[in-house]
């Protein structure tokens, strides 16, 4: 989100067009992150903290298309990571200033309060830092 990522790969079709929150799992996959570790050094010092387990974004969903089906400027490094098969085109990401703890679902899920309750305590308690393997 914070190197203007346009595209997020799913193995479904979604007709939800719109805002919604983009939800960091629980989980870290360790080879991504060290696939991710190049882009994660072009961050801006300081790095912001990559949180799991939270609510981290808000973004608009303004299509749903397969991977082959995309035309993106070639060499734009920002397309690097679409793989599918289907892929959520996203506008206007934004990253929450302070993460919300949630446990999250598979899938679009309805998000009600008090889950969106910003405090000090809401901060979910398991960073996860850019650069640093867990």
């Known amino acids: 989100m914070y190197l203007g990522k346009p595209v997020e790969n799913r193995t ?3 007709n939800f067009r ?3 929150y983009i939800h960091a799992g629980l989980t870290a996959n360790k080879d991504s992150i060290e696939d991710l570790r190049e882009d994660i050094e072009r961050l801006p010092k300081p790095r912001p903290t990559c949180y799991l387990g939270a609510l981290v974004a808000t973004a608009e969903l303004v299509d749903c298309v397969r991977a082959e089906a995309l035309t993106y400027p070639e060499g734009d490094s920002r397309w690097t990571w679409v793989t599918g098969p289907w892929c959520f085109i996203l506008a206007n990401v934004k990253p929450l200033r302070d993460p919300i703890a949630l446990k999250g679902q598979l899938r679009f899920f309805e998000v009600r ?3 969106i ?3 000090p305590r809401s ?3 398991n960073p996860l830092f ?3 393997l867990r």
């Open 12 to 14: 479904w079709y979604t």
């Open 123 to 125: 901060r979910p308690p």
């Open 18 to 20: 719109g805002e919604f």
């Open 130 to 132: 850019p650069g640093e």
């Open 113 to 115: 309060p008090p889950a």
């Open 117 to 119: 309750r910003v405090t």
